[in-house]
């Protein structure tokens, strides 16, 4: 591909030629045609820990549309965020690529490059509408005013935002508001700072009533207009619904702040946010219902990363939280529902990926791609939806800053110092990474950590620009 590969070009000539197949350079996606193509919504929160739902334990945070998911569809126990922070993972969801292939090293660094093909820029291609409703967090959405942390003038470098980046119609932001009123400072009426975003390139009036209240129900008041619009049009949709919550400022409404009025100050605010979360999570599956399409409709439903802090938040009873790569920082909670093809509810103990979106959706539509000159770093799990998949052909690897890790359906290899020194832990029968075992497994050892090393040369390679040649 090369280097001065433009979107916009790309995107007119897949809709030129249609969805019988089109050339992308050296590669052909074709589709099998045949079959009814499903609608999928990617809903993700932001710093839910993985023992926050109840259906994971949760003594008292009320997750009654989560529960019900989990014991409807396939629960994911041992599902991953693409990183320990929310930028890096939101990349690797709509790419099947990790970030360090691109630039995306953590929170607020890099952005969405050009030469990256989305799922949402995919999905176009076939007719598909696509919408994105929540935080960014991939690229600034403004050069002209001070918004949020890097949107600007200035920010050129950065800028980004997802309706360049295959996306129809948006209501987002670029990073974090309060859960609650999320124009205003928390206790406060002074604007907050970042600014909620339309596909045009205007923002809302922080002082619109639209923008009062509970900030998940905010976004899903602009996600099911979309979707009923889709319906309407006879059209399949891409809705990627990222919520705020619970990442601070982690602030409940008097409703939610009431339920739990039996605990301290902090987890009233985290519990209630994430209760009035799950209740639009509820409120959107009531939807699909209602519209007759829940059927045919794939709805994920994850965690960026684990809990900050974890306090309030809960990482159930795994090591470490955000920001870590122990199981803490990247188990996270993990759901598909898809009536059409899970017939019955199981519980999945294979290691899966945010990164797994891109391939899985891919198979599901029928796409090969031949010679592919971009790694792709997730891998279809539509064979494990269909029941024919118990273990993973290929590990995960992560890395973060001075940590690393490659993990396989059972072993775990992580450095937390750059690679001079490793760890390793059997995740079956020591799930709380609580003994080492590398000393009294030298092979499985070394072996782990060529295979790291190897994908670690593939990520630099990517890095240097030698995927878009």
Known sequence: ??????????????????????MLSNRTLEVRVGGKRPNI?????????????????????????????????????????????????????????????YGIFSANKGHMKEQEITLAEVLKTLGYTTGHFGKWHLGTLTTEIKDSNRGGPGSEEHY??????????????????????PMKEPGTDDFYGTYYWKEDGTYVSPESPELAGDDSRIIMDQAIPFIRNAVKKGKNFLAVVWFHTPHKPVVAGPKYLEIYAGQSEAE???????????????????????????????????SDNGPSGCNPG??????????????????????????????????????????DYFPTVMDVLGFKMKGQPEPIDGISLLPLIEGKMTSRAVPIGFEHKNQLLLTDNRYKLISTDSGVTYELYDLIDDPGEKKDIASSNPQILDAMKTVLEQWRASCANSLAGNDYI
């Open 41 to 101: 919504i990617l809903c993700m929160c932001d710093d839910l820990g993985w023992g926050d739902p109840g259906y994971n334990g949760h003594p008292v945070l009320k997750t009654a549309s989560l529960d019900e998911m989990a014991a409807s569809g396939i629960r994911f126990d041992r599902f991953y965020s693409g990183a320990p922070v929310c930028s890096p993972t939101r990349g690797g969801a709509m790419t099947g690529r990790h970030p360090y292939r």
């Open 314 to 355: 809960s990482a159930g009873p795994f090591r470490g939280c955000k920001g870590s790569l122990w199981e803490g920082g990247v188990r996270v909670p993990g759901i598909l529902i898809w009536p059409a093809k899970i017939k019955k509810p199981r519980v999945v103990q294979m290691a899966c990926s945010t990164s």
């Open 160 to 181: 980004s935002p997802p309706w360049d980046n295959g996306f129809d119609v948006c209501y987002s932001t670029e990073a974090k508001v309060p859960t609650w009123d």
């Open 1 to 22: 591909m090369s280097s001065e590969f433009n979107r916009r070009d790309f995107l007119k000539r897949c809709a030129a030629v249609g969805v019988g197949g089109f």
């Open 268 to 302: 009233r605010h985290y519990y209630g946010c994430v209760t009035a979360m799950d209740e639009q999570v509820g409120r959107l599956r009531k939807e699909l219902r209602n519209l007759g399409i829940a059927e045919d409709t794939m709805l994920w439903f994850c």
